[in-house]
């Protein structure tokens, strides 16, 4: 018997695993799947992750909701790795900022603008699908997510009362009009995807790494996401970083903390 | 605007053994009934080992103030609006710790029996359990229902926590009292606690220090408990399975893809793959970790493709040879039932074991179990949160494990359509059932498939053609047959009237001898298709489920077809005065005035009658036969027009 034969599966090939079995059983039952990439770390790998699982190939589109106020490394990231991996990107521009609901407060509104822009996404390609790299780490209200998550007709989440979701027996609902969330990551903290791209070599936006004592740790649009005070500028250097943290992830995130439940309004009314 | 967040330094008290390898946290769920103090546990928990991130306690202070409350434990979990003004857990979520030995994941589960399917979501994920029960109020409803839901979930390992140890003086005969009754109950399933600790959650008194009230007690903190849990035995020395999730084709090469569920495989072995029991030899693996890849275990997703041209579908189970699963046409399962409208002797479900998807009817209730004293309930259907033992009849055989063997290939997901409603551990084929005894040999035809076809000039097919009675279904396929057969085709129509007087005429309408009829007809159709004939098979089959067994016999060759036309119209034309008689209640069971048709959600044709005329449907028809069946130029043999 082999060395590997007998290797146990560590934590991260277990993971992978799991994740490639959702993919593949999103792949069975949905037709028209989509990918959200948001050009941030979690989504990189979830590229990675569906590569492997169609054994090379990304059979569906892959879906960026432009605001036109991503930072230049990100577009430039884009551009060329649309081209490398092959991507069928769909890159429609979000609704302005007019168009969103007034009474959220102004980070959250910028936000919002995504949930338009993922609406008309929706209207236009009509996925019955969308893969998204959410994880239940970051924010107390996805941490309640399903893997497999039904959306109403206005893309709405109805977080109190989801479908259960045991033994991989998923609960897929297709509704006409309206469409499901998969959630292939939704088990991954953030120091396993860390760990992950390091043991994949997964390619990422370099303002992840620290410039100056300052890196981004979470990656959104300008103006709306903050740098942290770090001088992390390896990926050793940030898994090491984040082992000792007790800063949560989105702290430089201003959407999540203008009201106390100003997240979860973006999240039931479609938001990621 | 939020201020730059600042990463803090390391923590003064450096953690004593930082895991540099990912290591997999030890997934715990906390359930109990509601008010017990599950969330205010694992609050204190999180507190007590420091593990809350920044500002998180501040904000916690901030919203139970603005509440007019103080400081509770349980807006940690319930983070959405609806728990927090109700002051109830309605869903279960997750939350990360670590102690000096290995990292968690806490589970948490709420109380409510309304909110059982969340209990048993986040249950499910679990390696090990803390049941927690109330010093005053001993073992409550959900205390039962939660520990019978563990065993059934397979999550044998419990830590019972006696809490509110604090409103019974920390005395000693309390902490005895729920201890033996809750290991009374616990041992009549086959279950024995690992530690039963008597502790307070809103003081802290045994969670991760040792309580000075409580001397007496000897036993582990709640935090020395988990860390002396030992982890789950690996999967790999069981028996190989691998449930085939899809098939991929790469080249001229097919691949099953799918997860290793038990054991391990290797290039070489030789396979059976069940049902069917056809032989097969691995050719490649393929995990994802590159070229050569020689081996794959229990736990990785893998793609393996068969040296033979073996008939690959999703739902097989791919054993070693000499080791597949068993086969029944009957079941006896234990199961739970979370959907609000009860289940009852008669009912249709889908069995959804692994990925493979089996109609099947509710026999009979062995038992339903009164959760209350685990006696025989004296019902006649299983309500929401309910338990119990059932057989479950298929049409077609089901590959399985005893759940005692093999616990991943002998349990089911239970689902009304495409909605999962329940859950169950297989404990056999049922008795006096008429299993399949191994895998039946089939002899070949003289004639190979290939040969036929190249005779016709196209392929062989099920054209299924489902829709209400006077949706045309029969109309349109007559004239289809009549116009192919003109042009050389070879094409037959099995109509379900005309069946119903002969094949089928022991049959009536019950959901047990619907099932049994489109069974027998979808078998006929799949023998006439495999020699070379297009079926043209015309039957209202109301049902998803009854369509989706349809497909299952008949695999690749099968085209549904809806006939589309609403029941107003049907009712219009009524050609055979059967909605009249329905109505005046002659009928009973009939569909689209008393029985439901349920619309096909993803057909590969629709003919809508009530749109277009019966000659503009039937060349429809007709076109998407000619597309899809019939050979081209270059297969050698001239496409009839």
Request: charged share 25%; proline share 5%; hydrophobic share 40%.
């Amino acid at each position: 018997m082999s060395s590997l034969d007998q290797q146990h599966l560590d934590h991260l090939d277990q993971l992978e695993a799991q994740s490639i079995y959702i993919l593949r059983e999103a792949r069975v039952r949905l037709k028209r799947l989509g990918l959200l990439w948001s050009l941030g770390k979690d989504s990189n790998v979830l590229i990675w992750l569906c590569r492997k699982a169609f054994l090379g190939e990304l059979p569906f589109p892959v879906a960026h909701l432009d605001t036109g106020l991503e930072f230049p490394e990100s577009y430039e990231f884009r551009d060329r790795y649309t081209k490398e991996w092959g991507l069928n990107l769909i890159k429609d521009e979000c609704p302005p900022i007019e168009m969103t609901d007034p009474t959220l407060p102004p980070g959250t509104r910028v936000a919002a603008r995504k949930s338009l822009g993922l609406a008309a996404a929706l209207e236009k390609y009509q996925f019955d699908g969308l893969i998204t790299g959410i994880r239940r780490d970051e924010q107390a209200t996805r941490a309640k997510e399903r893997i497999f998550s039904p959306r109403g007709l206005d893309g709405s989440w109805q977080a109190a009362n989801q479908p259960p979701e045991f033994w991989d027996q998923f609960t897929i609902e297709r509704a006409p009009g309206t469409h499901m969330r998969v959630h292939p990551l939704l088990a991954w903290t953030e120091l396993d995807v860390w760990r992950y791209i390091q043991r994949e070599e997964i390619p990422l936006v370099p303002l992840y790494f620290a410039k100056d004592g300052k890196r981004f740790r979470s990656l959104g649009e300008i103006g709306i996401t903050f740098p942290v005070d770090s001088n992390a500028s390896t990926i050793e250097e940030i898994i090491e970083e984040l082992e000792n943290t007790r800063t949560p992830e989105r702290a430089g995130r201003s959407m999540d903390h203008e009201a106390e439940d100003a997240f979860e309004r973006l999240r039931t009314t479609g938001y990621l | 605007m939020a201020p730059a967040a600042t990463l803090a330094a390391p923590r003064a008290e450096a953690p004593v053994l930082a895991p540099r390898k990912a290591q997999a946290p030890y997934p715990i769920v906390i359930v109990g009934h509601v008010d017990h103090g599950k969330s205010t546990l694992i609050g204190r928990l999180l507190h007590d080992t420091d593990s809350l991130p920044e500002g998180r306690l501040a904000e916690l202070q901030k919203v139970s103030s603005q509440r007019g409350l103080e400081l509770e434990w349980s807006f940690l979990l319930d983070a959405l609006q609806i728990e927090r003004d109700q002051g109830i857990t309605l869903d279960t979520t997750r939350i990360w710790f670590k102690t000096a030995k290995r990292p968690y994941v806490i589970i948490d589960a709420p109380g409510h029996r309304e909110f059982l399917r969340n209990m048993v979501t986040g249950a499910s994920g679990a390696d090990a359990a803390v049941l927690v029960t109330d010093a005053e109020r001993g073992v409550s409803e959900q205390t039962r229902r939660h520990a019978y839901l563990l065993s059934l979930l397979g999550v044998t390992k419990v830590i019972v926590a006696v809490n509110k140890m604090d409103l019974m003086g920390h005395a000693e005969a309390a902490w005895q009292a729920v201890k033996d009754e809750v290991s009374a109950y616990l041992a009549k399933l086959g279950m024995q606690p690992l530690y039963v600790i008597p502790l307070s959650a809103r003081h802290g008194d045994n969670i991760a220090t040792r309580s000075q009230q409580m001397g007496w007690y000897q036993g582990p903190t709640l935090l020395e408990a988990l860390d002396l849990l030992t982890p789950p035995a690996g999967r790999a020395d069981a028996t190989f399975r691998m449930p085939i999730q899809d098939v991929y084709r790469r080249g001229d090469r097919r691949m099953a893809v799918g997860r290793i569920e038990t054991g391990r495989i290797r290039l070489g072995d030789k396979v059976e793959i069940a049902p069917t029991g056809q032989p097969a030899t691995v050719a490649s693996i393929d995990t994802g970790r590159g070229d050569g890849e020689q081996f794959a275990r229990a736990g990785q997703s893998a793609a393996i493709s068969f040296i033979e041209d073996a008939a690959l579908a999703r739902g097989q189970i791919i054993a070693p040879a000499g080791h597949m699963p068993h086969l029944a046409l009957a079941l006896r399962v234990r199961a739970f039932w979370l959907d609000s409208e009860p289940l009852v002797v008669g009912s249709r479900l889908t069995l959804r074991l692994t990925t493979a998807e089996h109609a099947v009817v509710v026999e009979k209730f062995e038992r339903i179990v009164d959760v209350e004293n685990l006696n025989d309930a004296d019902t006649q259907e299983l309500g929401q949160g309910g338990i119990a033992e059932i057989v479950l009849r298929s049409a077609a055989p089901i590959a399985f494990d005893p759940h005692t063997d093999l616990p991943i290939t002998g349990r089911a997901g239970l689902a009304r359509g495409t909605r999962i409603v329940g859950g169950a551990v297989v404990l056999g084929a049922a008795e006096n059932a008429a299993s399949v005894k191994g895998p039946v040999t089939a002899v070949d035809s003289s004639v190979d498939r290939a040969a036929f076809e190249a005779r016709n000039g196209h392929r062989g097919g099920v054209l299924w053609l489902s829709g209400l009675s006077g949706a045309g279904k029969s109309t349109v396929a007559m004239g289809a047959q009549r116009r192919l057969f003109d042009d050389g085709w070879r094409v037959l129509v099995l109509d379900g009237d005309n069946l119903r007087k002969g094949l089928n005429k022991d049959l009536g309408f019950s959901p047990a001898e619907r099932l049994e009829n489109v069974r027998r007809v979808a078998e006929v159709a799949k023998l006439m298709a495999e020699n070379g004939s297009v079926v043209l098979v015309s039957l209202i089959s109301p049902t998803a489920e009854l369509r989706a067994l349809a497909r299952s016999i008949i695999g690749d060759g099968f085209h549904e077809v809806w006939v589309k036309a609403d029941v107003n119209t049907c009712a219009q034309r009524d050609p055979k005065g059967l909605y009249a008689a329905a109505r005046d209640g002659k009928i009973a069971q009939f569909t689209g005035v008393s029985a439901p048709f349920e619309a096909p959600t993803s057909p590969d044709l629709v003919l809508d009658t009530a749109e277009f005329d019966i000659p503009t449907t039937t060349e429809l028809l007709i076109a998407h036969i000619r597309r899809n069946l019939a050979l081209d130029q270059a297969d050698g043999h001239a496409v009839g027009i």
